[in-house]
Structures are given as C-alpha cells and as structure tokens.
C-alpha cells in the first residue's frame, strides 16, 4: 500500500532552489578563485621573478650579518682601538660596498641570462625554418599558378601580387610542374597551404617568441587567414568533382568568374562567388603574413651569421 502523498510548500520548494543555486553559485565562484590562484602561483615569470628577489634579499642579509659580525669582533677584541664611531662608520661602507658589488654582479648575470636565451630563441626559430622555407616555396609556386590566368607568364616565387577575381578563371586547370600531373592547380595550391599552415602550428606550439615576438605575430596572421578562409577554399575545391543538375558546377563557377565585372563585389555576388571573393582575400592575408614571416627570418639570419643557412630563393 502506497502512503500518501504530502503537499509541499511552494514557499519551502523556492526556499530549497534559491539555496541550492547559492551554493552552486558559491561553490564556482570558489573554484573560480582557486584556479585563478593557481594560474597566477604557476605562472612562469611571477615564480622566477619572486626567485630573483628572494635571492637579492638573502645575499643583502647575509652581507649585513657577515659585516656585523666581523666588525664587532674587532670592535670587541681590538683593545680598545676602535670606537662606537668607527664601527659603525667602516660598517656602512662595507655595506655599501657589498651593495653595490651584489648589484652590479646581479646585472651583469641576467644581462647574460637574457642574452643567451635570445641567442637560442632565435637558433631555435631558424631550425625550424629550415623545415618552413622549402614549404614556403611549394606554396608560393601553386598560389602563384592558382591566380595567373592562362597564357600569362607565372611568377613562382613572387610574395607579394596584385591579382583580381578574374585572374583566378583557370584554377581548375592542371599544374604545370611535373610532380603535380593530372592534378588541378587549385588542389595542389590546398594541399601545399595546408602544410604550411601546419608548420606554422608547430612553430607557435614550441617557441616561447619572448625576443621575438614579431614572427609570431606573421605566423599566427597566416593561420588567421588560413582559418576563417578554410571553409571557402574547401568549397570551390569541391566545385571542381560537382554537379548542378546536368552541368558541371566547375563550369558554371569559370563562366561565373569570367562573366564577373571588374568593379564586382563579394556583397553583391551570389552564393557560390562569395567563396571565390572569400578565397581572393584569403590568399591576400597569407601573402602578407609570409611575406612579413620571409622579412623578419631574414633579419634573423643576419644577426646569426654563424648558422648554417641554405641557399636562399630569391623571392620577388
């Protein structure tokens, strides 16, 4: 036999919610504290500053106690030589002294500290661009087939291009380098992007860039440009093996990027050139990030001429 139900007060049933959302909220708000208490006690340049100051701290204390001590021995067993006024007077210069020996020394070790940390950040960047520089040049030469049109001379190795929608018509045509046969040019252009953007990925995930932040700044701009322009790029790839009722959509999307005007813009196109006009300004953000990326490894070799360096492609 079942027992009968008992009504409960909607005032206890509020009463209950409100102090079980208090201590969820509470509760989070706890956890929020902790793990911001944590983050800040594990964060590496807090603990290795409070390092360098306890340790300043210390060498100071144990100065003043070591010349404490040696001056009241003196003061104590030297027969009467030595007065309160001397003690105190030799004291405070050797204090001093020390002070500024400590100071000075404490300069001089983190001054060489930092250099030698800026010399390996700087080796370690250009390792790994020993493994970025020859991806860089297979990206630039499909880019570059990807936005000449056919019958036009392609600039291989060219970083920095002025090109328009219209000069995209032929990127469903074969590359012309052998190793890339029955290949289309937009495909091996996606392949090649992709690779460098995961050798970029790299280079972020392993360098600290504390010296030189400015590469990672072009790194992170290519993968920016890479990222929001991905789902186009995937598109008008996909184009190439589609179909819209009886055409294929590739040659819709050649008709469409030929018949497109020259003061065309991505607000007024329709769905499928809004891809292509996303994919324009993709490969204008990557240009600019790997031209920026080419310009700062530069600089860097320069200021390394010990490292080993391969023959550099002479960019345009």
């Not at 209950?16 to 902790?34: E, H, M, P, Q, Y």
């Not at 020390?98 to 030698?116: A, E, K, P, Q």
Request: aromatic letters at 10%.
């Amino acid at each position: 036999m079942r027992a009968p139900k008992v009504p409960v007060p909607t005032e206890r049933l509020k009463g209950a919610s409100k102090k079980i959302s208090d201590a969820i909220g509470t509760s989070a708000t706890s956890a929020k504290n902790v793990l911001d208490a944590e983050f800040k006690k594990t964060r590496a340049s807090r603990v290795e500053m409070r390092h360098e100051f306890s340790v300043m701290w210390i060498s100071f204390f144990v100065i003043i106690v070591s010349s404490a001590a040696f001056f009241l021995i003196g003061w104590l067993f030297g027969e009467g030589e030595w007065t309160f006024r001397d003690f105190f007077y030799n004291m405070g210069c050797n204090i001093l002294a020390m002070f500024v020996v400590v100071l000075c020394l404490d300069t001089l070790v983190n001054r060489n500290r930092d250099s030698r940390i800026q010399r390996d950040e700087a080796r370690k960047i250009l390792r790994y661009n020993r493994l970025i520089s020859p991806e860089i040049d297979m990206y630039l030469v499909r880019k570059n087939m990807v936005i000449t049109p056919a019958g036009r001379q392609v600039r291989k190795f060219q970083v920095d291009s002025s090109f328009t929608v219209q000069d995209m018509r032929d990127m469903y045509g074969p590359s012309e380098l052998v190793s890339d046969v029955g290949i289309s040019k937009i495909r091996r252009y996606a392949h090649y992007q992709s690779v460098l953007r995961d050798l970029f990925e790299k280079l972020i995930e392993n360098v600290d860039f504390t010296f030189y932040p400015e590469v990672a700044d072009a790194a992170m701009k290519y993968l920016n440009a890479t990222s929001y322009g991905e789902a186009a790029l995937n598109a008008v790839v996909s184009y190439e093996d589609s179909r819209a009722g009886t055409r294929s959509m590739k040659a819709m999307v050649i008709s469409m990027i030929r018949e497109e005007p020259e003061d065309g813009s991505f607000m007024n196109a329709n769905a499928t050139m809004k891809n292509i006009y996303l994919l324009h300004q993709m490969i204008n953000d990557q240009e600019k990030a790997v031209s920026e990326y080419i310009r700062m490894i530069k600089t860097l070799q320069e200021m390394d001429p010990s490292g080993t360096v391969r023959k550099e492609v002479e960019y345009e």
